[in-house]
């Protein structure tokens, strides 16, 4: 530990060998890692191994956090209202949304509850944990009414399941947690009709809780999914584990990509219907969003409403490699804005929307320079520019272009599926997992790869893609509720090559975890113009 061969006793729990070596932390430890695998501070060593402290700062450190404050908002809302249910939902506001049935989520309630809470992480309550065979947790949870958990034990396949709580509330262990209640001392709920959401400090600033910023287009998204999920009877994995054992999951494929397909075509005839000003379409969304295919397909769609799309790729406006911000690892940060002749594209966007031929750059990435080569373009009466790229919502890139002349859309992978009422799934984890099957099968990448550079990505799209997503005109969910079980077949196999010496072991092994809640599907019913099978494969289109 911290490059220290320490003597321990065989079995001693990690938190007693915390007290007697004290980690070089900043902030308080939550957890920890033995051999890169991510456990709770209760977990025994039993045998030599490489120990790491894990804090609020550390990503999952968050998640552990977090885990253990929905637990006890569980317990507050079981111990104040026992008829109420509460739903988890996205995230949302530096924090996770919720609906309440059963009870009206008021200023009133919402005290109460918030009330409540803070007493029970005051009395510093244990989470306990205990093993229960899949017949005794069902048991149980057909006496609590959650049918929810019922379906998901039992199409998982299971023989023995752990619960925990801290009080009269048992919930499926799906994750380290914190020993004790105490340790959770900053959260906030605040009221987000027609629900609420439970807020966080922001990771690695645990002293105080951010201002909320309303996200009321991104929550409109989510509805919106949620809306889809009711239609198609499937809000939770064991609701769709049913389906794929049934035999019925093909009709659901079905009408997930035609939910798709319609919202492609409004979004087209919201640009249509504006196209007597309109000529710039801005597309941006964070990592596998499955942008690319998204752009291809609402091409088609305007083509059938009579317009001419040209497509532009910010990509070749890139500066040349030495004339590139260095980003945190000291290569040239081609994610940054800076990275971008922002002038130039800014004087030929203007250019062709005033109908003057423009002479567009190429952009060379293996010598890391412009091409001498140009791509000559000129506007006529029917085409319209759509330009895909990760600033497309940043209003510095498009500044010259008059307001009234562009149109924003943002996609991004916001899965609205959960494992059951109280458990949700990682926003980004759809994401993640289309990038690992992506890169191992096209790009040469190994999941190991894929797993180090990934919070790199995420920091760039908190710093270039997120703050601008309420600036978008219009937005598109490109997560298919399918999709976990059909990415299984092939993530599985690449996150076992995964050496379990590798810093990015433990994610692997938390992935492998829950993709192992999804009952597996066979990709020969996705249809070839699937967002789905730019990271699959076997799609329609070139790439």
Known sequence: MDGQRLPARAGEQVQSIFKRYP???????VAAKINQNLVGLDAPVRSSCRLKPVTYADREGTAVYRRSACLILYEAVKELYPRARVVVGQSLANGYYFDLAGEEPNPRTLSAI??????????????????????????YFQAESHEDKIKLLTTTRVTEVRLVGCGVFKDILHGPVVPSTGFIDRFQLTAYPPGFVLRFPRPGRTDRIPQ???QNKLFQIYKETKDWNRILGVTEVGQLNELSLSGQIGELIRIAEGFHEKRIAQI???????????????IAGPSSSGKTTFSKRLMIQLRVNGLRPIAISTDNYFLGRDQTPPGENGQPDFEALSAVDVPLFNRQ???LLDGQPVDTPVYNFHTGQRDDRTNPLRLGPDDILLVEGIHGLNPRLTASVPPGQKLRVYISALTQLCLDDHNRIM????????RIV????FRGYSAAHTLRVWPLVQRGEERNIFPYQEEADTMINSSLLYEPAVLRTYAERFLLEVPTD???????????????????????EVPHNSILREFIGGSGFEY
């Open 23 to 29: 980690p070089k932390a900043d902030l308080k430890v």
């Open 114 to 139: 918030e009330e409540r809470m803070r007493r029970i992480t005051d009395e510093d309550r244990p989470f306990v944990k205990e093993w229960m065979s899949i017949e005794e947790a069902v048991e």
């Open 212 to 214: 909320l910023s309303p």
């Open 268 to 282: 087209a005839d919201e640009i249509t219907g504006q196209r007597d000003r309109v000529r710039l379409v801005l």
């Open 349 to 351: 966007m203007l250019d």
């Open 427 to 434: 926003t980004s984890d759809v994401r993640l997992i289309r």
């Open 438 to 441: 992506r890169d191992r099968r």
């Open 502 to 524: 590798d810093e990015s072991f433990g994610e692997a092994y938390r992935i492998l975890h829950f993709l192992r809640m999804f009952v597996p599907v066979f990709a020969d």
